[in-house]
């Protein structure tokens, strides 16, 4: 008996027996979503409706992502190798155009009816041997010699990146149907497997002419396909084409290769480094002989040598089991290439440019002096009598180290070791600058004082101590265009040389933050003394485009050099001699009284009025009519008295640094715009002007205004048809001209009794307090600027050395200087920008070490190559050098010298241990095989066939093209 659970049930069955899916048709598939997707990916970029010509423009990589069914794929578009024309062996391959297609491929597909503009470019491409084994270009570029190409794959983790056989299939079919729709000529890819396999699935077509890309990859090479002769047989079965319809032809290349070989040239490692850089260049040695340069290890990989036969037909070489034609020492090309280590996926770097970088990394820090120095920052405590004296003895009459030296350095010393200790064990107050290492010691400081501040005399007879000479061919300036440095040579150039390697070894920002603090001290000493230090640049006014440290002590060299020469006139002496310069320098500069000597001369009493002359521009003369003050005379005569036209000796313009001129030029817009403001403007810029109208009244007795701007300002002095004798310009024709007001209200004074224009003792003292208040990090970043100038010049210098700069043609490390100096223009500007500049600096300072290290490298092992033989295979230290420079960077060398092929032939026969190079066994052995011909029947229009094979121990590949004539089968 049936319950009535059992007919619910049976009812609801029935139910859904009634229930069915509706399919809606008119909804796209994701199949279909992905074709409409790729379509619209073709026309943003511009492969749509291409023609021939279109095919052939250069194009740009372009990616981007697609989905289906919840897979992420990534569709790339690969423009052509940028390395195309470096391909040696287009430079041997006779008859070949443009196109790198030879004449006789164009004649063939002429003899089958298809013109060079009917020929789909794809085609062309393949018979093309413009990238024959190109290693710059990509994978399918190099197996199917194409150049543009659409690649799809697979974006996801390990196991859904992968794409089976059968997904490539649906995929290349999408990607075939949106180019037939849009009419791409671009041949399409698709991914199958595992990416890192190399393994893609193509497809090209054009006026019913397809061609179909497919790769095969083995373990290991079947004896049947181990020589040339099997692989022909291979390409023939897969064509299945009458042998008598083809003509082949075939390019082979055997490459050699060496691994760690004369691995002695590694550099001691980074403790006997450290060691070397203190012990072995000394910091009593010029500070450029101690910068460091190169890498660490040996930068180059391998070597390699690829011996290949660019094109010959398959019946013009025998290659069999059983003897072989394919001998490396008869090949026509030689192709010599090294490998370096950056290209291994990260960037290996030099030494110079950590120095630069770990050096840079202090502008970011926040101490103060206080926190580096201890106690109140800078000390001005005098050096005690005794070391002094003992010091003077050594610096032969002056003391050339820091104030800090005998006890009171040691003092300093401890108290900077014991703020290290306390910033180690507080780690968040001094954030990434925890100091290491040991504080440079007094010996140290006393090297590196004997330097840079000893006269350059003592310094040259000095054995130990030696220039930094420039080479012969390298006069070109250090200076890099609007970076805040120093002058060429300056010895604060130097200084930044020092605080780095001592920001490097001896402490860090502590370190410096003691070099610092004793420079200034040296430096204060040398005003004191009135003693210009040795290499300071120092003209009439500081140099602009300097930095502002650099400014600042070229303005003390102007005070020390202005007081000398008033202490000079004072004493009645030539301020030009040098006996009595060095007299002048025994006064002190800071003398309470001695700018009070210098009166204007409305103080001075002891001048009596004269009776003014009948010329209202006339200056009263004096008693004895004697000149004064006068430097020189002119070959210019005086008009009313017709006496020889004194020069007289003026004051120089004041120096002033750049925050001097800021200074002055807000001082100057600030006044406002009254009558009083105007006046007192109008003053301070005739300051100048009037003492030389003063000075020149008292060296020309009974002169006028005319004679004085005939001296002063010749271009005022207008001598015309109409006045010969000359007269004023238009611009003295005013009664209130500033010349004729001022003119009118001074009176004879010398320079010895004027008010001097330039208080040397106070701008000394305000650029002291300027360099003893300065931010450490701010003085970091402009030491920066001299740094990396003196960088570039001793990565100059160091090329220029070793010949790689030399031969007259351009190399990469011209490039990679160039693009170096370019990157440091205008560094010392803004500091928040240089802080973020830094990064893209020391980036090529490493690129140009990365140079220079492989050409040292590479010539290294040359150098050992001609150790080990004897004989006349002997490479010439020129072509040497010509080697390593063209080897750099991973580039190729064409080997078309006798000398240079007998020598690398006994070389790779030496390293690969057998006694003739065609003993020996290649790395790698590739051959490309390539015909047209009509397929798939011999009245099909002619195609173009291509496949590709490499052979090496653990790989065997094959990548094949080959296409068919779908409109005439």
């Not at 050096?383 to 003992?390: D, I, N, Q």
């Not at 590739?926 to 121990?953: G, I, K």
Request: charged residues 25%; proline residues 4%; glycine residues 6%.
């Amino acid at each position: 008996m049936t319950s009535l659970n059992d007919k619910i049930d049976k009812g609801e069955q029935d139910e859904d027996d009634k229930v069915f899916e509706i399919t809606d048709f008119t909804t796209a598939s994701p199949w279909e979503r992905l074709i409409s997707d790729i379509e619209k990916l073709f026309r943003q970029w511009g492969l749509a409706e291409s023609t021939v010509a279109d095919f052939k423009k250069p194009c740009q990589y372009k990616v981007a992502e697609l989905t289906m069914r919840g897979y992420k794929y990534c569709l790339e578009l690969h423009p052509p190798c940028d390395k195309h024309s470096q391909n040696p062996l287009m430079k041997v391959v006779e008859n070949v155009g443009d196109t790198g297609v030879t004449q006789d491929v164009l004649r063939r597909f002429k003899q089958g009816g298809l013109d060079d503009t009917e020929v789909p470019p794809v085609m062309l491409e393949m018979m093309s041997t413009s990238d024959d084994f190109n290693l710059f270009a990509h994978d399918i570029q190099r197996w199917y010699g194409i150049s543009n190409f659409v690649l799809l794959t697979s974006v996801g983790s390990s196991y859904s990146s992968k794409i089976s056989e059968s997904e490539a299939r649906l995929l290349i079919s999408a990607l075939r149907t949106a180019a037939a729709n849009s009419n791409c000529l671009v041949p399409v890819f698709s991914q199958v497997d595992d990416l890192s396999k190399d393994l893609f699935l193509g497809y090209a077509g054009c006026d019913g002419l397809t061609t179909w890309f497919e790769t095969v990859s083995l373990g290991s090479v079947p004896d049947a396909y181990f020589h040339l002769s099997g692989l022909l047989d291979l390409f023939k079965s897969k064509l299945n084409l009458p042998r008598h319809s083809m003509q082949i032809s075939i390019s082979a290349q055997f490459t050699f290769k060496i691994y760690n070989y004369f691995d002695d040239w590694l550099n001691p490692s980074q403790d006997d480094e450290d060691d070397h850089i203190r012990k072995k260049h000394t910091y009593r040695d010029h500070p450029l002989h101690a910068l460091p340069v190169g890498q660490t290890n040996d930068p180059i990989k391998w070597l390699s040598l690829a011996t290949s036969w660019p094109q010959f037909r398959e019946d013009a070489v025998l290659d069999n089991e059983h003897y072989t034609e394919l001998n490396p020492c008869n090949a026509p090309t030689w192709i010599l290439r090294s490998m370096c280590h950056d290209h291994e996926g990260f960037q290996v770097q030099g030494k110079l440019g950590n120095l630069v970088e770990k050096f840079a990394s202090f502008m970011q820090s926040n101490f103060t002096w206080k926190d580096l120095l201890g106690g109140d920052g800078f000390d001005a405590t005098e050096t005690p009598g005794s070391a002094k004296e003992a010091l003077n003895k050594f610096g032969g009459g002056r003391s050339f180290v820091g104030r800090r030296l005998g006890g009171t350095l040691s003092s300093t010393l401890s108290t900077l070791e014991k703020t290290m200790v306390k910033a180690r064990a507080s780690v968040k107050r001094v954030g990434n600058f925890v100091p290491s290492g040991k504080l440079p010691s007094e010996e140290d400081l006393n090297n590196m004082w004997w330097y840079l501040f000893v006269h350059k005399e003592k310094r040259k007879s000095n054995p130990r101590g030696h220039e930094y000479k420039m080479p012969e061919d390298g006069t070109e300036s250090c200076r890099i265009k609007h970076c805040r440095g120093v002058p060429d040579g300056d010895f604060l150039g130097l200084f930044s040389v020092y605080a780095a390697l001592t920001g490097e070894h001896n402490g860090g920002i502590f370190g410096i933050a003691l070099l610092w603090s004793e420079f200034v001290k040296e430096i204060r000493d040398c005003w004191n003394d009135l003693d210009i230090p040795p290499d300071l640049h120092c003209d009439k006014s500081p140099d602009m485009r300097c930095c502002l440290v650099s400014q600042k002590i070229q303005m003390i060299g102007c005070c020390i050099k202005q007081q000398s020469e008033r202490n000079a006139i004072k004493s009645g002496n030539n301020p030009t001699s040098e006996e009595n310069s060095e007299k002048s320098r025994s006064s002190k500069a800071v003398d309470d009284n001695s700018d009070q000597e210098f009166m204007s001369a409305e103080e001075d009493n002891s001048g009596e009025e004269l009776e003014q002359a009948q010329s209202p521009n006339t200056t009263p003369l004096p008693k004895n009519n004697d000149p004064v003050g006068v430097k020189e005379a002119s070959n210019m005569r005086l008009l009313n008295s017709g006496a020889t036209l004194n020069i007289p000796i003026t004051q120089d313009d004041a120096p002033m640094t750049e925050d001097m001129l800021e200074e002055r030029q807000d001082l100057l817009t600030d006044m406002g715009a009254t009558d009083d403001a105007s006046r007192t403007r109008t003053e301070m810029q005739t300051l100048s002007l009037r003492s030389d109208m003063m000075a020149f009244k008292a060296a020309n007795p009974g002169c006028i205004l005319e004679d004085f701007v005939r001296w002063h300002s010749p271009r005022d002095w207008i001598v015309s048809d109409d006045c010969k004798d000359g007269k004023l310009s238009e611009r003295f024709a005013h009664e209130d001209n500033i010349w004729i007001t001022t003119w009118k209200d001074t009176s004879p004074t010398p320079v010895s009794k004027q008010r001097a224009l330039f208080d040397a003792a106070k701008e000394a003292e305000k650029a002291l307090q300027y360099l003893e208040t300065l931010e450490p990090a701010k003085l970091v970043w402009q030491l920066t600027g001299p740094l990396l100038e003196h960088c570039v010049m001793v990565l100059r210098n160091t090329a220029h050395e070793k010949l790689y700069l030399s031969g007259g043609r351009e190399n990469k490390i011209h490039t990679a200087l160039h693009d170096l100096k370019k990157e440091c223009a205008s560094f010392g500007n803004d500091f928040q920008s240089d802080i973020e500049r830094i990064k893209s600096i020391v980036t090529r300072i490493h690129r140009v070490e990365s140079l220079i290290s492989q050409a040292d490298a590479l010539m290294h092992k040359f150098e050992k190559l001609n150790e080990k033989h004897q004989g006349e295979e002997r490479l010439s230290h020129e072509k040497q050098v010509l080697l390593a420079t063209c080897l750099l960077d991973d580039d190729p060398h064409l080997v078309l010298e006798a000398d240079e092929r007998d020598a690398m032939k006994w070389f790779f026969a030496q390293e690969l241990s057998v006694e003739r190079m065609a003993e020996a066994e290649p790395d790698t052995r590739e051959f490309l095989f390539r015909v047209v011909s009509a397929r798939p029947r011999q009245s099909s229009r002619p195609s173009a066939h291509r496949m590709y094979c490499s052979l090496s121990e653990s790989n065997f590949r094959i990548s094949g093209a080959v296409s068919t004539d779908d409109l005439f089968i």
